[in-house]
């Protein structure tokens, strides 16, 4: 059974920092993510990477100040300069690979954890 759990979540002052962690039992498939939602929005992708080779993709709002990283057991955020609008539950899921490469879309993945809170203060 696929399981992932996602840990790290906290409170902080906007400019801080903070590392989010996925752990996942089994991999299904080679593309993991970090996803986020606020109440009454929709989620939204932040990151991806192919577990094969690190290969991130990044989505426009948290380019260049978040990183993610790790492998096919193990995936992380790094958070740097937070912000009041980085507030929300984040998720992170697992998904299969298609060209041109692993999807940002939500509905390309197929195992989810149970999120997460990451609360900016301004």
């Known amino acids: 059974q696929v399981q992932l759990q996602e840990s790290g979540g906290g409170s902080v002052q906007a400019g801080g920092s903070l590392r989010l962690s996925c752990a996942i039992t089994r991999t299904a498939y080679n593309c993991m993510g970090w996803f986020r939602q606020t109440p009454g929005s929709g989620r939204e992708a932040v990151a991806v990477i192919y577990t094969p080779t690190g290969e991130p993709t990044y989505a426009g709002s948290t380019k260049g100040r978040f990183t993610i990283s790790g492998d096919k057991k193990t995936v992380y955020l790094e958070m740097n300069d937070l912000v009041f609008e980085d507030t929300a539950v984040y998720y992170c899921?697992?998904?299969?690979?298609?060209?041109?490469?692993?999807?940002?879309?939500?509905?390309?993945?197929?195992?989810w954890g149970q999120g997460t809170q990451v609360t900016v203060s301004s």
């Open positions: 899921a697992n998904g299969p690979w298609s060209l041109p490469g692993c999807s940002l879309a939500v509905e390309r993945y197929t195992y």
